[in-house]
C-alpha cells in the first residue's frame, strides 16, 4: 500500500497548482491520480484546437444535464478535461479575472480572508504577462498573451462601436477596476496553448515527492475514525488504495468533487441511501449551489472577409496552417473570443453586469451520428454575444449509485429567476445598442437569423430560451461558506464535518465570479496550497 504525505485528486487546472505548490514547499510527498491521460497531443497544443476536442472522447468527461424545462427541455452539453492539464487543456484560454468585487462577495459569504486584496496578490504572483510590444511584467509560471496583433482586423470596428454605444475602450480586462471593452488575453506561449500542466505540474515532475499516476478512476475518499485517510481509485483494471499521511485534497471540479464526496459518505443523506452508500456526515448543501453563465450568441452576415474565408476553405486551412507551423502566429495561434468585455447594462447599474464577445467567425453546429461539429459558415459573418454576469438560478448535481462509472445527474435550474430573465432582456439591448452604432454597421450585411434589434422583450426572452447555451463555468457545487449558511468547506478548504479533507477548485466558489472561471480557479487553487502550508507548516 502506498503512503504519502499528500494525495490531490486531479490533475487539472487546480490540481497541476496545488501539486506543484505542495511540492515545492516543505518536503512532503505528493501523489497527484488523475482519470484521464498524456495532453500530448496537437490539437491540445494548438490553441485553436479546442474546437477538436469539444467532442474528443479521449481527453473529455462529456457530461449532459437533465432536460432544463426553462430551455425548451433541452440537455446542456458540458465539456470538462479528462486529461492532464483537465480543463485548461480544452478550453478557451480567456484569462480573466473577473471583478475585485466578486471576491470581496466571497469574503462577506463567511470566508475571512478571502476578498479582492488577497485575490489580487495570487494573481500578481502566478501570472507572468506578455504585452504585443514583447514586454514581459511578472515572474509567475502561467503565461498570459496578449495576442492583439494577430487579432483580425474586423475586430477594430467592434472596439470602435464599443466607444460609440458608450463604453471604455481599454488596454487590459485584468487591471482594476476590470471594466469596458478590450482585447481578450489568453494562456498561450509563444503560440502554443499553456495549460496548469505546462505552468505547473512540468516543473514540479522534475521533483522527487511528486508521483503521478494517470487513468486512476477515483471511487471514494477513505474516512476512518472521522478523518480522511487515503482514497480508493481503479487503475488498470485493479482496485488500489493509498494512504495520505496529512491529507487528501479533491481538486475534480464542480462536477467530480462533488460526486466524489458523495460516494465518500459526505451529501444529503436521503441521496445517499438511494445509492447505497453509508452516511458519514450529512450535509445537503454537497452538490448544491450550482451556477453557471448562460450566454447566447447574435450572428450576422458580414460585408467584407472574415475568418470564415480562412478557415472555412482548404486553402485558407493551409494557409493558416503553414503559417502556424513556420511562426505560430495567426488564426491557429488564438482562441476564437478575440474581443470582449465586462460592461454595466445601464448607467444604474452598481457595477459591469454582462460580459461581451465578439468572434470574427459565424458557424453552424451539428451533429454525425454521435458527434458534434462546428463549422464555419460557408460566407463571411461574425458574431455578437454575451452572458449575465452574475446569475441567481442554481442547480445541483447528484450521483444516481456508488458505481464511480456511472455520470453524476446534473440539474442546471436555468433561468428560474426573474432577475435573470431581466438580465437577459437588458444584455439583448445592449447587443442591440452596438449592433446600431455605424462602426459595426458598416461592417454588416444583414443579421443571420433571430437578433434583438426591433424585437420586444418577450421575443427575446423566447429566443434565449430556444437558443442559449452553456459559456461551461460550472462552479458552486461545493460552496465555501459556514455549515449554517449552506457550506461544504470552510474558508481553510476544510470539509466540514471530516478531519484531513479538502476541496479546491470551481466547487467551492460562494458565488459565480462575472467572467471566465479558470483564473478564478488558478488563484483559488494557488491560495488553497499557501493555506495548507501556513496550517500545516506555519509559513508557505
Request: glycine share 12%; charged share 20%.
Amino acid at each position: 500500500m502506498d503512503t504519502f504525505d499528500f494525495i490531490v485528486v486531479g490533475a487539472g487546472s487546480a490540481g497541476c497548482v496545488v501539486a506543484e505548490r505542495l511540492t515545492a514547499g516543505q518536503g512532503g510527498t505528493v501523489l497527484l491520480l488523475e482519470a484521464g491521460g498524456t495532453d500530448r497531443r496537437f490539437w491540445i497544443r494548438t490553441p485553436i484546437g479546442y474546437g477538436k476536442t469539444f467532442d474528443d472522447p479521449r481527453v473529455n468527461w462529456k457530461y449532459r444535464s437533465e432536460p432544463d424545462p426553462q430551455t425548451g427541455a433541452r440537455q446542456a452539453y458540458y465539456p470538462r478535461g479528462k486529461v492532464l492539464g483537465g480543463s485548461s487543456s480544452i478550453n478557451a484560454m480567456v484569462w480573466c479575472r473577473g471583478l475585485p468585487a466578486d471576491y470581496d462577495d466571497w469574503g462577506q459569504a463567511g470566508n475571512p480572508g478571502w476578498n479582492a486584496a488577497s485575490a489580487w496578490a495570487a494573481f500578481a504572483a502566478l501570472e507572468r504577462r506578455k504585452a504585443d510590444s514583447g514586454a514581459i511584467s511578472g515572474s509567475g509560471p502561467l503565461w498570459v498573451e496578449s495576442r492583439a496583433g494577430d487579432h483580425h482586423p474586423i475586430t477594430r470596428h467592434f472596439m470602435a462601436g464599443a466607444q460609440q454605444a458608450g463604453f471604455a475602450v481599454i488596454d487590459d480586462l485584468n487591471a482594476d477596476p476590470c471594466e469596458g471593452v478590450a482585447p481578450y488575453v489568453i494562456n498561450t506561449r509563444g503560440g502554443r496553448r499553456w495549460s496548469s500542466a505546462d505552468a505547473f505540474l512540468r516543473p514540479a515532475l522534475r521533483r522527487a515527492n511528486l508521483v503521478l499516476r494517470t487513468g486512476a478512476l477515483i471511487d471514494r475518499v477513505i474516512i476512518e475514525q472521522g478523518r480522511a485517510t487515503g482514497v480508493r481509485y481503479a487503475r488498470g483494471g485493479q482496485w488500489l488504495e493509498a494512504r495520505a499521511r496529512r491529507e487528501v485534497i479533491v481538486c475534480a471540479g464542480a462536477i467530480g468533487s462533488p460526486a466524489i464526496l458523495m460516494r465518500s459518505g459526505i451529501g444529503p443523506a436521503d441521496m445517499l441511501r438511494d445509492a447505497g452508500i453509508a452516511v458519514r456526515v450529512a450535509n445537503a448543501a454537497v452538490g448544491a449551489n450550482l451556477q453557471d453563465h448562460l450566454g447566447l450568441d447574435y450572428h450576422y452576415k458580414a460585408n467584407r472577409p472574415t475568418l470564415n474565408q480562412q478557415l472555412g476553405t482548404r486553402a485558407g486551412q493551409v494557409a493558416a496552417g503553414i503559417r502556424y507551423l513556420l511562426n505560430r502566429t495567426g488564426p491557429l495561434s488564438l482562441s476564437m473570443n478575440q474581443i470582449g468585455g465586462l460592461v454595466r447594462s445601464t448607467p444604474q447599474a452598481a457595477r459591469p453586469d454582462i460580459q461581451l464577445y465578439f468572434n470574427p467567425i459565424s458557424y453552424s453546429r451539428g451533429t454525425a451520428g454521435k458527434k458534434q461539429l462546428t463549422r464555419p459558415d460557408p460566407w463571411a459573418g461574425f458574431i455578437i454575444g454575451f452572458n449575465a454576469c452574475r446569475p441567481t438560478s442554481q442547480g445541483h448535481v447528484a450521483i444516481c449509485a456508488s458505481d464511480p462509472q456511472t455520470p453524476p445527474r446534473i440539474v442546471p435550474n436555468y433561468l428560474t429567476t426573474l432577475r435573470d430573465h431581466a438580465d437577459v432582456i437588458a444584455a439583448a439591448r445592449v447587443i442591440e445598442r452596438l449592433a446600431r452604432t455605424p462602426a459595426v454597421r458598416a461592417i454588416t450585411l444583414a443579421p443571420n437569423g433571430f437578433t434583438p434589434e426591433g424585437a420586444d422583450d418577450a421575443a427575446i426572452l423566447d429566443d434565449f430560451r430556444a437558443r442559449s447555451g452553456t459559456v461551461h463555468h460550472l462552479c458552486g457545487t461545493c460552496r465555501m461558506a459556514p455549515v449554517d449558511r449552506g457550506g461544504v468547506v470552510d474558508a481553510q478548504l476544510r470539509v466540514h464535518g471530516v478531519a484531513g479533507l479538502r476541496v479546491i477548485d470551481a466547487s467551492i466558489f460562494p458565488n459565480i465570479t462575472s467572467a471566465n472561471t479558470h483564473a478564478p480557479t488558478v488563484m483559488t487553487a494557488w491560495r488553497g496550497a499557501e493555506i495548507i502550508l501556513t496550517s500545516l507548516y506555519g509559513a508557505s
